[in-house]
């Protein structure tokens, strides 16, 4: 059985405007998925205002390959029949949503149509899942394709198509980026010049390169149909349980009634 990992799943609120992109092919008979979440007080609710308990899994796979090694669907099924969680972390890379990996010949049509098809296939089951931008390039399409410390202006581009792919999906949850790292809260919110610190096993030698910050994926995700409420969260890879203490940059942005979650962070407890 293909290996998958726990992850924990942190959600903020967001809101979500109707009419889905065209090529994600998102379903509109929406009886059947998962009903939509919110957050109230410091409690997730569904959209009848039952408490909702997330336990699920992290599907890797599709960060480092454009065919999540052929097994991926499989995986997240195994998880959702066989082992019973809720909802699904799907881990993904910019550069193989838009179809700049050197693998890739079809423009990321193929990348797209296998997130979809993850997508439906856990709201079908009524499981919620997470889209989360694991993997970036430091700014240059086609290279250095890993974990990086920040999101970079490429990152801007995945999030208007993905974005807009899914906003009318009550299944879907976004993370905008994960574990962004080693940077002050400053270039955390608002993006600037860094140094990168990335992942040794795949990110390559460190890379001087503009980040984009929270805000501006934030700002992204709205545009293209989601609105979140304000969530601090942590510039270090595990999160940060001395943020209430400190004062550290909120995100800004409309609150309205209807909300769906948005991971604004990335980050997780971890030992």
């Known amino acids: 059985m293909p290996a998958i990992r726990l992850a924990v799943v942190l959600a903020v609120a967001a809101v979500a405007r109707p009419a889905a992109g065209a090529e994600a092919g998102v ?8 009903l939509p979440l919110k957050v109230v007080g410091t409690r997730i609710v569904n959209s009848k205002d039952e408490p909702v308990l ?3 899994v992290n599907a890797a796979s599709l960060e480092w390959t454009s065919d999540g090694q052929g097994h991926i669907l499989q995986s997240v099924n195994t998880a959702v029949k066989d082992w019973g969680v809720n909802v699904i972390r799907l881990p993904l890379a910019q550069d193989r949503w838009l179809g700049k990996a050197p693998e890739q010949k079809d423009e990321g049509v193929a990348y797209r149509a296998l997130v979809t098809k993850i997508v439906e296939a856990c709201a079908a089951q009524r499981c919620y899942i997470v889209l989360d931008l694991h993997w970036s390039d430091c700014g240059e ?4 394709i890993a974990q990086h410390s920040m999101p ?3 990152s801007v581009s995945f999030w208007k198509d993905c974005a807009a792919a899914f906003r009318n999906h009550p299944a879907v949850i976004y993370d905008l980026y994960n574990e962004p790292h080693d ?3 400053e270039v955390w919110r608002n993006g600037g010049t860094i140094t990168d610190k990335p992942n040794t096993r795949r990110g390559g030698p460190p890379r001087t390169f503009e980040a984009v910050g929270m805000q ?4 992204t995700a709205r545009a293209a149909g989601a609105v ?7 510039g ?8 209430r203490q400190r004062k550290t940059p909120r995100l800004c942005g409309p609150q309205l009634p209807r909300r769906r979650p948005l991971d604004v962070g990335g980050s997780h407890p971890s030992d």
């Not at 399409?141 to 250095?144: A, E, R, V």
């Open 27 to 34: 379903a509109s008979d929406t009886s059947k998925m998962p």
């Open 216 to 219: 501006k994926l934030l700002d």
């Open 152 to 154: 970079d202006q490429n």
């Open 236 to 243: 270090r890879y595990r999160f940060d349980v001395c943020w």
């Open 141 to 144: 399409w086609g290279t250095n």
């Open 54 to 56: 997330l336990r699920g």
């Open 228 to 234: 979140p409420r304000q969530r601090p969260t942590t």
């Open 183 to 185: 940077v002050t809260w």
